[in-house]
Every structure is written in structure tokens, then in C-alpha cells.
């Protein structure tokens, strides 16, 4: 690395979003100025592809993990060019590959985790064996070498609470195992568990946090996601397909809020180490009122179907009505509040929709 940079988040180099309350901002750890190398795995997805890029932005190097089971060369090929990027096309499952590249690495993102409603439901033993055993791997190299961990972990881990808004330090309520979508939340939850494990029993620098309903350009509808879904219906001109009643709630947040909180949870070092953070918007909206706003915007003559969850997904499926996070742990800890509304954030879904339309 030629050009040493100051150590900062690729998109807010030095500034701090106002909260509207008093937050104390405690002093970063990592010592400015260095470039970072950093390990992601999962990097070739939606999320990971984009804080690939942000990372790159601010002077450090990258390099990536994907087996591409549902992330994409598409989302990172435009990276390809740049010299601090690398790549490497393999399950995070190999612990051989995982030790040589957390060994190169300063930091790791362990984003690689089997994603979407629809394949959770769909391939339950490939969700269960994805989500814990990788992390296992990573986590165990990671601490071989004293790296620190990043866990992407799920707002799907408060399950059926009904304590909003979701707090970190509140109960996570699952479902009966019978019920396959609890699968997830429980696979995520045991790498959430073992994750803080590694901080309290083996002081391996380790920071967990829960992400709620993430969207943005490159995400796909292919696995349930309902924003680029609706998008994509509503282009085509083809029927919204609302499931259960409509009268479910997310609250969506664009990807270059995360990636933000992201990059700034771990450059925070030391004060965000053995803590879970929530990251997510507080724009509630029901699904049926999603698929309003975005026939609306798109000028769509399509209409909206209403489609029960034993058809959507399986007999005995069940939503969780709501997802409603607290974010004071993460607005005190690094001064993060999301920017974008949902109105921008589908903006930018339906301009990135019909510029891939245009190249295909
Ligand atoms: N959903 C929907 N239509 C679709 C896909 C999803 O109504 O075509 C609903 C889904 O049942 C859930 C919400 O949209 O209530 C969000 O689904 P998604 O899979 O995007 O994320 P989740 O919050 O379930 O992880």
C-alpha cells in the first residue's frame, strides 16, 4: 500500500451523524493512518460486495471468501481492478483456507451465512451446517492467530418476542423445532453464543451484530426478499405478491447505513469487543403498505395478490408480525444513525433494477 490513509470509515471519513440526543464518542483504538487488511467471508454477496468496496475506498486492502452459493462474480467483478483486492472461490467450511487467509489478514468480517427465508425453509440441513460450522472454523483460526471477528448476525434471532423495540440484551423467544424457520434464528443465535464465547473464555477480539431487513442495489429477489422482489413484480408488471395478511412489519435500512455501522464498529477496537449491537432503521412498514409504495413509485399497473403462508412457504409457517430494533447501543458507541429513508432506499432498488434491465 502506497498511500497510507487515515483510518476511517470508507463513506463518513471523520464526521459523526447527529443523534439529536447527547452521545458520548469514545476514542477509537486502532491506530490512525494504517491501512488495514481484511478478511471477508460471504464477500461476493449482497452486503459483503458493498463493504468490499467501502473498505477499498479508504485505502485498505481486501480480500474475500465466497463459495458463491448464493452470492455472485457479478457483485464483485468491478473490484477485480483494483490492486488491493483479491479473491478467493471456496466453502469457509476449508479450514486449510480459512487458517492461510485469516493468517494475511488484520481484521475478518464472517459474513458467509446461508441467507433467505425461502432456502432456510427449503434447505434446512445446508442453513443449520452453513451457519455453525463455518463459524466454528473461522472463529478457531481467527483465534490461532489473534485476529479480531466481525459475526453478521440477524434481527431473526429475537424470533417471537414481543418486547419492542428489540433491545440487545432482551430474551430471544424461539418457536418449536418442528417449525423449520426457527432453524435459522437458532443457528444464528448458537454463532452469536460462541462468538461472545471466544471474547469472555479466550479474549479473542470479537464484535456481533444483528441486522435488520437490509436492502439496496445488487440484492436479489431470489431467495424471498421482499424489497427487490416488489420491485421486480412491479417493473415487470407482474402481481405483488404480499404473503400472509400484509399486515407484518420490517423496517428496512439501506446497505451503505450498515456498511457505515460496520466499518465503524470494528475501527471502534477494544470498546465494541464482547458486545452485540443492533443495526437497522426505525421506518416501520407493513408489507401490504410496501407494495402500495412501490406501485406507486414505479407507476405500476400491476396488481397486488394477496397470498397465504402454507402456499408461500410451507404448512406451518410462521412470520414474526414485527421487527422493530433499538439502536441507542449503537447511536452511543459510534454515533450511527441510518440516512436514508425507505423512500430513498427504493429509489435506489428501482434504479438499479432498470439499469440491469438496459444491460441485459
Ligand atoms: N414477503 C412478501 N412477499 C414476498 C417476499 C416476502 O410479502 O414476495 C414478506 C415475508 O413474508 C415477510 C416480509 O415480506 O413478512 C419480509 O420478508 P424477507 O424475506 O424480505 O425478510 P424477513 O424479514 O422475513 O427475513
Same mark, same amino acid.
Given at each position: 500500500m502506497t498511500n497510507p490513509v487515515i483510518l476511517c470509515s470508507g463513506m463518513l471519513c471523520g464526521? @459523526?451523524?447527529?443523534?439529536?440526543?447527547?452521545?458520548?464518542?469514545?476514542?477509537?483504538?486502532?491506530?490512525?493512518?494504517?491501512?488495514?487488511?481484511?478478511?471477508?467471508?460471504?464477500?461476493? +454477496?449482497?452486503? &459483503?460486495?458493498?463493504?468490499?468496496?467501502?473498505?477499498?475506498? +479508504? *485505502?485498505?486492502?481486501?480480500?474475500? !471468501? /465466497?463459495? !458463491?452459493?448464493? +452470492?455472485?462474480m457479478d457483485n464483485i467483478r468491478h473490484l477485480k481492478t483494483d490492486p488491493g483486492f483479491g479473491y478467493t472461490i471456496e466453502t469457509c467450511a476449508s479450514t486449510s483456507v480459512v487458517a492461510e487467509l485469516v493468517d494475511e489478514a488484520d481484521i475478518v468480517y464472517h459474513l458467509a451465512a446461508a441467507v433467505g427465508v425461502e432456502l432456510i425453509v427449503e434447505s434446512p440441513v445446508r442453513t443449520i451446517e452453513t451457519n455453525v460450522h463455518c463459524t466454528e472454523v473461522v472463529l478457531a483460526q481467527a483465534c490461532k492467530k489473534r485476529k479480531p471477528v466481525f459475526l453478521a448476525s440477524?434481527?431473526?434471532?429475537?424470533?417471537?418476542?414481543?418486547?419492542?423495540?428489540?433491545?440487545?440484551? &432482551?430474551? !430471544?423467544?424461539?418457536?418449536?423445532?418442528?417449525?423449520?424457520?426457527?432453524?435459522?434464528?437458532?443457528?444464528k443465535a448458537i454463532d452469536e453464543f460462541l462468538t461472545l464465547a471466544y471474547w469472555k473464555e479466550r479474549r479473542l477480539p470479537t464484535v456481533v451484530a444483528r441486522l435488520f431487513n437490509t436492502v439496496g442495489p445488487r440484492q436479489t429477489g431470489r431467495y424471498g426478499m421482499v424489497v427487490p422482489r416488489f420491485v421486480g413484480q412491479a417493473l415487470a408488471g407482474r402481481p405483488l405478491t404480499v404473503y400472509g395478511d400484509g399486515t407484518q412489519t420490517r423496517c428496512f435500512c439501506h446497505v451503505d447505513d450498515v456498511v457505515r455501522a460496520l466499518v465503524d464498529l470494528m475501527?471502534? &477496537?477494544?470498546?465494541?469487543?464482547?458486545? @452485540?449491537?443492533?443495526?437497522?432503521? %426505525?421506518? #416501520?412498514?407493513?408489507?401490504? *403498505?410496501?407494495?402500495?409504495?412501490?406501485?406507486?413509485?414505479? #407507476?405500476? &399497473?400491476? /396488481? =397486488?395478490?394477496? =397470498?397465504?403462508?402454507?402456499?408461500?412457504?410451507?404448512?406451518?409457517?410462521?412470520?414474526?408480525?414485527?421487527?422493530?430494533?433499538?439502536?441507542?447501543? =449503537? +447511536?452511543?458507541?459510534?454515533?450511527?444513525?441510518?440516512?436514508?429513508? !425507505?423512500?430513498?432506499?427504493? %429509489?435506489?432498488?428501482?434504479?438499479? %433494477?432498470?439499469?440491469?434491465?438496459? =444491460?441485459?
Open positions: 464526521t @459523526v451523524p447527529a443523534t439529536g440526543k447527547s452521545t458520548r464518542l469514545p476514542r477509537r483504538t486502532t491506530t490512525k493512518g494504517k491501512a488495514l487488511r481484511f478478511l471477508i467471508t460471504g464477500g461476493a +454477496g449482497f452486503i &459483503g460486495s458493498h463493504l468490499a468496496e467501502a473498505l477499498l475506498a +479508504g *485505502g485498505h486492502r481486501v480480500h474475500i !471468501l /465466497d463459495d !458463491l452459493s448464493t +452470492g455472485s440477524t434481527s431473526e434471532v429475537y424470533g417471537k418476542s414481543t418486547s419492542f423495540p428489540f433491545r440487545e440484551d &432482551g430474551d !430471544l423467544v424461539m418457536g418449536a423445532s418442528t417449525t423449520g424457520r426457527w432453524s435459522y434464528a437458532c443457528s475501527l471502534l &477496537g477494544e470498546l465494541a469487543y464482547g458486545e @452485540v449491537f443492533n443495526i437497522g432503521s %426505525q421506518e #416501520e412498514i407493513s408489507m401490504l *403498505g410496501l407494495a402500495h409504495r412501490v406501485r406507486d413509485l414505479t #407507476e405500476s &399497473g400491476s /396488481d =397486488i395478490e394477496i =397470498i397465504p403462508y402454507g402456499e408461500a412457504y410451507e404448512e406451518g409457517f410462521e412470520d414474526m408480525p414485527r421487527r422493530y430494533p433499538d439502536i441507542r447501543k =449503537i +447511536g452511543s458507541a459510534v454515533g450511527w444513525t441510518p440516512q436514508h429513508s !425507505l423512500d430513498d432506499i427504493l %429509489q435506489d432498488v428501482v434504479n438499479f %433494477q432498470q439499469a440491469e434491465a438496459a =444491460i441485459v
